[in-house]
């Protein structure tokens, strides 16, 4: 069993499997469950009934918001273990220590759905981490897919009311497969890219064990002598990779929600592990302009044939949540949660993406002490002059809770780098203000058509007939859009395989010299990194 798990059911498990006597809250015996205290045996029910007003208050607050997007998931418990130390590059001692296992939880999602929608929309996954190392728990929040619908984190709200159900009538459930969808993409041709993986096989997988797993942003690794190297993480699955296909994934759905879901659990109810090894795409600082594209662009993936996928250590998940409320609701993910030998870069969707998950979790998981839920808890110790709050869940002792102080000899005190304590990569960083976009993510579709060109013949037709699906459940106008805004940059077979499909205007072709959307086709030639 993961020590998470273990620590788990031994400080936090109330058995519910186990006979044991009814009580209320307050641990009084309660003898009747059955009937509420009434007036007479036909009247009316009685307030002072605490045992019955206690059940129902309970009962009318069982719920929670569900997540603002990825609110469908499940979870497994686990552990890493890394093949070989990458001291090279990182300190983070659980990249460092071969044979070391360090307890993970993963949480697998949809991300337009609501909690109750099925397992295989089409839609990205998202493919969510928390490792609970020594030195505090890292969270690698990821998605099944390499790249993100835009540059800045700014448009995230506009993206995901263009995907969620419409306001005015709720409908329709399918992110892909209406009219503000198709209208936000053309309108922001930066998606093109990710567009593309959506229209992909790689949109409904046919198992969470049968996908990859993407960081996406560009992170960065720094190591005991301080020397940075930018990195992007991916998780490649053992079992390889496995699609449905969109027949298949709207049978399944008719039939049963739950397949995704209900496989794996089944499988690892049988003893029958999900497997995932780690991979590092690694570019040295000094290399950071050698690319045609800007390494900081979350819409641009780093071809594998130019900067090869290092394969570091295995992820196994073997072990089922005991309550889905409990651990796979209430997990807390977060890009910002990192330990020392980890940090971030300047994406512009990173840094929107390091405020938003502890602002939205303080609604979602009620106040602020959701860092002490047991699925939460780091397994290292903590202890900070953090006080009181909703919901707060430790008895902190002593007179003081500030910093500095000499009143009591038990406060907690900062670490040097030397010891253990973060610190912050020291970039060097200048620049007028500006609410504006480098000219550098100016490309928005030389890696959508290189993404085209690298199917086989019948994934492609695949992707053909998806676009086609999808967009012609759109309004004409609509149609047009997208397939002389979007497509026609990408593809003319593709844009004249839609067009005709859905009954579009068939646009004129473009001509890329002329047209600003247009962008230089990408070209690695001039690559030679100094690893
Ligand atoms: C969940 C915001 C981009 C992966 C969430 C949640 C928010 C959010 C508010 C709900 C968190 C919760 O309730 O606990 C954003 C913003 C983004 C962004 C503002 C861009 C600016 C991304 C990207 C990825 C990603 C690029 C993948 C690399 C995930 C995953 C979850 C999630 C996997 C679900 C975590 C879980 O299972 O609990 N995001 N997100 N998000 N996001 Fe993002």
Redesign the pocket.
């Known amino acids: 069993m993961s020590k998470k798990k273990d620590e788990l059911n031994q400080r936090d498990t109330i058995d519910n499997t186990k006979k044991a006597p009814l009580t209320t809250n307050q641990g009084l015996p309660v003898s009747e469950d059955e009937f509420s205290l009434k007036a007479g045996e036909r009247g009316p029910t009685l307030m002072e009934d605490f045992h019955f007003r206690e059940k129902m208050t309970h009962f009318d607050h069982e719920r929670i918001p569900e ?4 609110a469908r ?1 499940f979870g497994f418990h686990g552990e890493f273990e890394v093949y070989e130390s990458l001291e090279k590059y990182t300190k983070a001692k659980f990249l460092t220590e071969p044979g070391k296992k360090t307890p993970v939880f993963v ?1 697998f ?1 949809t991300v337009a759905g609501s909690r109750g929608s099925m397992d295989i929309p089409r839609d990205v996954r ?3 981490t928390k490792f609970y190392t020594e030195e505090g728990n890292y969270d690698l ?3 099944n897919m390499p790249v ?1 619908f835009m540059q800045d ?1 700014i448009k ?1 709200p506009d993206f995901v009311h263009a995907v969620k159900p419409e306001p005015h009538n709720e409908m329709p459930q399918a992110a892909s497969a209406h009219n503000t969808f198709w209208d936000y993409v053309s309108m922001n041709t930066e998606s093109a890219h990710m567009v593309m993986w959506l229209m992909s096989d790689r949109a409904i997988p046919r198992s969470f064990n049968m996908m990859e797993g ?4 560009t992170f960065r690794l720094v190591n005991a002598e301080g020397k940075s190297h930018f990195v992007k993480f991916h998780w490649k699955p053992k079992d390889g990779m496995h699609s449905v296909l969109w027949d298949e994934a709207q049978i399944i759905n008719g039939k049963n929600i739950d397949f995704n879901r209900q496989t794996m659990w089944e499988n690892v109810e049988k003893g029958i592990p999900a497997e995932f090894e780690l991979g590092l795409q690694i570019i040295p600082e000094e290399d950071e302009f050698k690319m045609d594209f800007d390494i900081l662009d ?1 819409t641009k993936l780093w071809p594998e044939e130019d900067v090869p996928v290092q394969i570091v250590g295995k992820m196994t998940l073997n072990q089922n949540v005991d309550n889905v409320f409990a651990e796979t609701e209430q ?3 977060h890009p910002g949660s990192v330990v020392p030998g980890i940090d971030f870069t300047n994406d512009p ?1 990173l840094q ?2 390091l405020f ?2 502890t602002d ?2 303080l609604i ?1 998981l009620g106040g602020p002490n959701f860092h002490q839920l047991p699925i939460n808890r780091p397994l290292c110790p903590f202890s900070n002059n953090q006080r009181d709050g909703y919901g707060q869940m430790s008895i902190h002792k002593g007179q003081t809770s500030y910093h500095i102080n000499q009143m009591n000899d038990n406060q907690p005190e900062p670490a040097s780098a030397e010891d253990g304590g973060y610190e912050h990569y020291h970039e060097k960083v200048e620049g007028r203000k500006v609410q504006a976009r480098s000219d550098s993510f100016k490309d928005h579709f030389s890696q959508a058509k290189l993404f085209l060109n690298s199917l086989s013949k019948h994934e492609k037709q695949h992707l053909y007939d998806a676009f086609s699906f999808e967009l012609g459940k759109c309004d004409m106008e609509i149609r047009n859009q997208v397939i002389s805004e979007l497509i026609n940059y990408i593809d003319r077979d593709l844009t004249e395989y839609v067009a005709d499909k859905v009954g579009a205007e068939l646009p004129d072709e473009v001509n890329e010299s002329t047209y600003e959307k247009s962008s230089p086709a990408l070209s690695m030639t001039n690559t030679n990194f100094s690893l």
């Open positions: 997540r603002v997007v990825h998931g949480r999602s998202g493919f969510a929040v990821g998605n993100f984190a995230f993407f960081g996406v942003h979350p997990v807390a993910f969707l929107g993406r938003s998950y939205t979790q979602r």
